[in-house]
């Protein structure tokens, strides 16, 4: 069916995103969905890009690297959602960085209470958004 939407993007991506939705079990735990996992991301990152980070936390099926140059090449960048994924690849620095140079606390408090359970990390982004200072 989805093949079949492919001359509207925009419907494609409601139709994926209603999957996800009522659907998650089986839209997330079975590798027969997983080939539709970046192309959702690229078309919430077209359509709305709002939906990203939620589906980006629940989704296992898709490159990390895809993710991350869908997410640095749109127009704004979408900052939370890169952090996000760099967190994923093992680069908290980088995430923590970007967020700070970003300097917008909205996105910092986001990753912050995603990640909770990771207080090192939570610590140090409630530390930098506090003082104002930069991390090295």
Request: charged share 20%.
């Amino acid at each position: 069916a989805v093949r079949h939407l492919s001359h509207d993007s925009e419907i494609q991506m409601k139709y994926l995103h209603i999957l996800f939705q009522t659907k998650r079990h089986i839209y997330n735990g079975t590798s027969s969905y997983g080939k539709f996992h970046e192309m959702q991301i690229r078309l919430y990152v077209k359509h709305r890009p709002d939906l990203l980070l939620p589906f980006l936390q629940t989704s296992r099926h898709y490159s990390l690297s895809e993710a991350l140059e869908m997410c640095t090449s749109h127009d704004p960048p979408l900052t939370c959602e890169t952090a996000y994924v760099l967190k994923r690849m093992g680069k908290s620095k980088d995430a923590v960085k970007l967020l700070v140079e970003d300097g917008n606390v909205r996105v910092c408090v986001c990753v912050c209470v995603y990640k909770v359970k990771k207080m090192p990390f939570q610590l140090y982004l409630l530390l930098t958004i506090h003082t104002g200072t930069r991390g090295n």
